[in-house]
């Protein structure tokens, strides 16, 4: 094997890589209804496709070319995994179901967290079920916090597509009259 087809072989891999991770991160632009990225992801990502895929095609007496670009897509999926997972791209909805609600209510708010709580009854009799919503990157803080406060909680996390923006205001509460005081 000579060293122009192992520097090909390398380009290979390390252009596959590039692609099979933009084209993680464009589907999660997708999920996320971020189209505009996705749009310029997707076209950089299938240029990158082309021009290998053309190498590799038009090279078939190197079969270690169609080997590095399998080992270039598989480490690609690794790599954008990796990346999406740096990025936290979202929100993500927190419920964490606990005994100790009032301690760990306060608890995260003092942390920064809008928390809204629910009095429920379980198996085991009476417990809350704490709400909160934040960037995907401070999640983990948050469970951090719930798991300090109360060991024996119960928590889920959904990826929020799309939220009123309601919740981050931070204006004044407006007074508004009810049917009964216009009256």
């Given at each position: ?25 464009r ?7 971020r189209?505009?990225?996705a ?9 990158i ?33 990796v990346?999406?997972?740096w ?16 301690q ?21 009799g009476?417990?809350t ?9 401070d ?9 300090r ?6 928590y ?11 919740s ?16």
């Amino acid at each position: 094997m000579t060293w122009d087809v192992i520097g090909t072989c390398a380009l290979i891999i390390c252009a596959r890589i590039g692609d099979v991770s933009l084209g993680t991160i464009r589907t999660v632009f997708i999920l996320r209804g971020r189209r505009a990225l996705a749009v310029l992801l997707g076209f950089f990502e299938v240029l990158i496709w082309v021009t290998v895929v053309s190498k590799v095609i038009s090279n078939l007496n190197h079969p270690i070319y169609a080997v590095s670009y399998a080992l270039g897509f598989a480490s690609g999926n690794y790599v954008g995994m990796v990346i999406e997972h740096w990025l936290a791209i979202g929100h993500q909805a927190l419920r964490v179901f606990s005994r100790r609600s009032v301690q760990l209510a306060e608890s995260l708010r003092n942390a920064g967290y809008h928390v809204t709580e629910f009095a429920g009854t379980g198996r085991d009799g009476p417990i809350t079920l704490l709400y909160t919503e934040s960037a995907r990157r401070d999640v983990a803080d948050a469970i951090r916090i719930a798991e300090r406060v109360d060991p024996d909680c119960f928590y889920v996390i959904d990826d929020v597509r799309s939220a009123s923006s309601a919740s981050m205001r931070t204006t004044t509460p407006r007074v508004v009259a009810t049917r009964t005081q216009r009256k």
